[in-house]
């Protein structure tokens, strides 16, 4: 079993749409949870971090984590097509900078 | 501010011949972590360096390898290239050994034919 799952997808959404992403985890370890956009033939590119349990905003973005579930999500509001891309999250423990990745969802967002 | 610089973007190799992927930080970035990125495995830790120490290494056989200079800059090498070691190979720079934020390149493509 691989220590984070998440759902490949694809997903697609029309313009406008509420989308969720989600990972579920199995290391009771992590502490702080990531997510990143990657666009094809690009490196990933950070969106928001997350220590613990709790939400955090920033603009149409909404990450979610429950650690008694081991579940995080990523919420994106008012999706555009410019939100076409892969999704990762991630993960590390207390210290060092070992991240641990899912696969990816890939997402759609049609005009 | 400049970002993360992998070199080369693209490259074309032979079984049984070795690799050596470049990587230059962000500055002021002291830690550097590889990775890399297949469609089936997803991005896999392959090892992260900080002040020119390997302070993690992931699962991957003897084959691939690591070092960071003193300026930061590091590169990993593959010897023996089979036709599995194709995927993208990503680096990540951080400020510091326990960092929330880890900032990645664009990558080195590694085709192994």
């Known amino acids: 079993q691989k220590e984070v799952e998440q759902d490949p997808g694809p997903l697609s959404v029309p313009e406008g749409a509420i989308v969720s992403l989600n990972c579920t985890y199995s290391?009771?370890?992590?502490?702080?949870f990531m997510w990143y956009r990657q666009y094809s033939r690009k490196g990933p590119e950070l969106l928001m971090y997350?220590?613990?349990?709790g939400n955090k905003e920033d603009g149409r973005f909404t990450a979610q984590v429950d650690k008694s579930s081991k579940y995080i999500s990523l919420f994106i509001r008012d999706s555009q097509p410019s939100d076409s891309a892969t999704y990762l999250c991630?993960?590390?423990?207390?210290?060092?900078?070992?991240?641990?990745f899912g696969t990816g969802t890939s997402l759609t967002v049609i005009p | 501010k400049a970002g993360v610089t992998q070199t080369p973007r693209y490259l074309i190799k032979t079984r049984g011949q070795q690799v050596t992927l470049s990587c230059s930080p962000i500055?002021?970035?002291?830690?550097v972590s590889w990775y890399q990125q297949t469609p089936g495995q997803g991005l896999q830790f392959l090892f992260e360096?900080?002040?020119?120490?390997?302070?993690n290494k992931g699962n991957f056989p003897g084959r691939f390898s690591g070092r960071q200079f003193s300026n930061s800059r590091s590169e990993m090498n593959v010897s023996t290239l089979e036709l599995g070691d194709s995927a993208l190979y990503l680096c990540?720079?951080?400020?510091?050994?326990?960092?929330?934020?880890?900032?990645f390149g664009q990558g080195t493509r590694l085709t192994v034919v």
């Open positions: 990540a720079s951080s400020p510091g050994p326990s960092s929330t934020e880890a900032f």
């Open positions: 290391n009771s370890a992590f502490q702080y």
């Open positions: 997350t220590y613990s349990s």
């Open positions: 991630a993960m590390r423990g207390n210290t060092g900078n070992q991240f641990y």
């Open positions: 500055s002021g970035h002291r830690s």
């Open positions: 360096y900080f002040s020119e120490t390997q302070r």
